[in-house]
């Protein structure tokens, strides 16, 4: 074989070791994650052997005792104050004065941003510059965009004249402190809020105003429009954007009120960087430069706000991993399509709703319930839509049965299934160890250990158990808490501490 042969068929081989090479990994990219095993705590070892146990009040107080999972404090509320009792499973010889939940908030401002802060006391608004301690004047309402924490640069101050019947609205710049008059005889801004003071807005540099009539356009920081006042909806995407609606129709146009998609669809929405587009009952799929590249592929019956993304219930949408979760609902099944910036990558459908579930142990999944005679079918699916776990759970098929998922155990990936007939009653609960796809026990699931090795756990049925290994040991009626160590929390008034003897005492 000569020379040029040879390298003919070496490149041969080589193609074909990366087109198999290629196939391989198509083939495991396209399959289910396995998700990765939490670190199981360490068990503490049984070094005494203990016969009897029993529950010993601690304190009992007149007042209420909470519990705080983040800082671990034990907290008693009595007489409108709160006082830290104790912390982890010990409680203090004496009371401490809880500043965080004492302090009034009449001096603590609602928002802030770096040189400003917004207080208000109930019949009038004012801010204080952070450097300088200046006081502004006083106004009927300062709208933030978010509370707490300003969101952008804008800040917008209002007065009302009852005189005069007039509204006087003004832009705060907090980077320099010019503050901007708006002529509110051609419109007054308007945010989309359930709340004064905790708004969300859609752009940092643009407003939308409304006139008397309803009709809404934009206007820039300085108070200059931008948009004339002559659609019926707006949305800024990206300052570079807009979303508009007119005579029941929605379209998008750019700032100089060019149109770029025609005012041809049912609604128009953004998740992430997709746009959404419906037309009749056919949706559509744009990226962030309007550029439609899945046109009508979609079906879906429902109709949609305009400004609305929610992604429970039988339809709704988000973005995560670059990627848009799409639900629809058309010929009696929900749907969710995975969508990337070229295509469809997927689709599950159930007759009933999805639903998210979040896990500690950083892995995300979908889940749905379907009814399947006496039996119900719980399936949990991966955020690549691959179905990860399924399981049966009993039911009674002339009894409607309401079920929801909490979560158990932050480090295992425990979750409980409630089953309820009604509103107020436990009818069954289960249990499931999402990581090892399997149902368990109430008591593999809740067990918690004390630190001599002994196990405990408090059940449905409103009793705490105590245990050696697997041996039931002894077990307390009542509604108890855990409140770290040996302390457990009875009706919010009582701590008992669990004492552990070797010797039995019973005759």
């Known amino acids: 074989m000569n020379k040029k042969k040879r390298i003919a068929v070496i490149a041969i081989i080589l193609t074909l070791l990366l087109c198999i090479s290629a196939s391989v990994i198509g083939i495991l990219s396209s399959s289910p994650k396995t998700p990765e095993k939490p670190k199981e705590p360490e068990i503490p070892k049984i070094t005494e052997d203990f016969k009897e146990i029993e529950l010993v009040s601690k304190l009992t107080t007149d007042g209420k005792i909470y519990f705080d999972d983040d800082t671990k404090n034990i907290v008693e509320y009595q007489d409108s104050i709160y006082y830290i009792i104790g912390n982890n499973g010990k409680i203090f010889n004496d009371k401490i004065l809880d500043d965080s939940r004492n302090n009034s908030n009449d001096d603590k401002p609602y928002a802030t941003s770096k040189n400003y802060s917004f207080y208000s006391n109930g019949d009038y608004c004012y801010y204080v510059n952070n450097k300088t301690k200046k006081k502004s ?298 990581v090892n796809s399997k149902q368990i026990d109430e008591y593999t699931a809740k067990k918690e250990f004390f630190s001599n090795g002994y196990n405990f756990y408090i059940s449905d049925d409103e009793k705490l158990r105590v245990y050696k290994d697997k041996e039931l040991l002894n077990e307390f009626e009542g509604d108890y808490k855990y409140l770290g160590g040996y302390l457990f929390l009875k009706d919010n008034k009582e701590i008992f501490e669990v004492i552990f003897k070797k010797d039995s005492t019973a005759k």
């Open 137 to 434: 004047k006083d106004y009927d309402t300062i709208t933030v965009p978010h509370m707490k924490e300003l969101y952008g640069t804008y800040v917008l101050l209002e007065t009302y004249d009852e005189k005069t019947d007039k509204r006087y609205q003004a832009l705060l710049n907090t980077n320099d402190g010019t503050i901007t008059n708006i002529d509110t005889t051609i419109g007054t801004i308007y945010f989309d809020a359930a709340s004064t003071f905790d708004v969300e807005v859609n752009s940092l540099n643009y407003f939308t105003i409304t006139n008397t009539t309803n009709k809404v356009g934009l206007i820039d920081h300085n108070g200059k429009v931008i948009i004339d006042l002559i659609y019926d909806d707006i949305k800024v995407f990206n300052d570079k954007y807009i979303f508009a609606s007119k005579n029941n129709k929605y379209g998008v146009i750019n700032l100089k009120n060019e149109e770029i998609i025609p005012f041809e669809y049912t609604y128009i929405y953004s998740v992430g960087n997709f746009i959404v587009l419906q037309k009749d009952n056919k949706i559509s799929i744009a990226n962030s430069n309007m550029k439609i590249y899945i046109d009508s592929k979609i079906y879906n019956e429902y109709g949609k706000e305009f400004d609305e993304e929610y992604f429970d219930g039988p339809f709704g949408s988000k973005s995560y991993n670059n990627k848009l979760y799409l639900r629809t609902y058309y010929n009696g099944k929900t749907s969710i399509y995975l969508i990337d910036s070229k295509n469809i990558e997927r689709k599950i459908s159930t007759t009933t709703t999805f639903k998210d579930l979040y896990d500690y142990t950083k892995q995300e999944y979908i889940f749905t319930f379907e009814d399947n005679n006496d039996k119900e079918t719980l399936t949990f699916y991966d955020y690549d839509l691959y179905e990860y776990f399924k399981t049966e759970l009993d039911r009674n098929k002339n009894i409607k049965t309401t079920y929801e998922i909490y979560e158990l155990n932050k480090t295992k990936g425990y979750y409980q299934i409630y089953a309820y007939t009604n509103v107020d009653e436990l009818d069954k609960a289960y249990y499931i160890d999402l």
